[in-house]
């Protein structure tokens, strides 16, 4: 079984260079293996497979009419979640270490989505805003966040 996320930025970068910088935070290599349709193609992570694309327009308008963002890029995680001890929260701790070192050096608004429904961070106009009503962000993981945020309940897609 696994798990789907979706991190979604406003940004004229490459898919390459966002998904560069996910990757550098968690120091892994990325291959620049591009395919036919855009795609950088999936690099493997601990417990995690993922890949950065140019939004096309239609999922743009989704964003913009759902969030009052317009994201132009995203990079896709797909963590495993299967019985194994560990690996489960190793993946979600490397996904969020990757996504908030995005946050961190480009700017523009982002937001990061579970299940194509649910989101769990969202930044708009500069201000980072963290959903307390997935549970996603334990003392852990809050940990992680640097930066000035808030926690509140985000709506669903």
Same mark, same amino acid.
């Given at each position: @079984?696994?798990?789907?996320y979706e *991190? /979604? !930025?406003?940004?004229? $970068?490459?898919?390459q260079?966002i998904?560069? +910088?996910?990757?550098?935070e968690?120091? &892994?290599? !990325?291959?620049?293996?591009?395919?036919?349709?855009g795609?950088?193609?999936?690099? %493997?992570?601990?417990? *995690? +497979? #993922?890949?950065a694309y /140019? @939004?096309?327009?239609?999922?743009?308008? %989704?964003?913009?009419?759902s =969030?009052?963002?317009?994201?132009?890029l995203?990079?896709h *995680? #797909? +963590?495993?979640?299967?019985?194994?001890?560990?690996?489960?929260?190793?993946?979600?701790?490397s996904?969020?270490?990757?996504?908030?070192?995005?946050?961190r050096?480009v700017?523009?608004?982002?937001?990061?989505?579970f299940?194509g429904?649910?989101?769990l =961070?969202l930044?708009?106009?500069?201000? +980072?805003?963290l959903?307390t009503s997935?549970?996603l962000?334990?003392?852990?993981? &809050?940990s992680?966040?640097? @930066?000035?945020? #808030? $926690?509140?309940g985000?709506? #669903?897609?």
């Amino acid at each position: @079984m696994s798990l789907d996320y979706e *991190f /979604c !930025v406003a940004s004229e $970068l490459d898919p390459q260079h966002i998904l560069g +910088l996910v990757m550098a935070e968690l120091g &892994l290599v !990325v291959e620049a293996r591009q395919s036919e349709d855009g795609c950088y193609e999936d690099i %493997v992570g601990p417990g *995690f +497979l #993922t890949y950065a694309y /140019c @939004m096309p327009a239609p999922v743009r308008m %989704v964003y913009k009419e759902s =969030l009052a963002i317009e994201p132009k890029l995203a990079v896709h *995680f #797909t +963590l495993a979640y299967d019985p194994v001890p560990g690996e489960w929260e190793q993946a979600v701790a490397s996904m969020l270490r990757g996504v908030l070192a995005v946050i961190r050096q480009v700017q523009g608004d982002a937001v990061l989505v579970f299940n194509g429904d649910y989101v769990l =961070l969202l930044r708009r106009e500069g201000h +980072l805003v963290l959903d307390t009503s997935s549970g996603l962000w334990n003392p852990e993981r &809050l940990s992680l966040v640097t @930066m000035p945020h #808030t $926690l509140k309940g985000l709506p #669903t897609m």
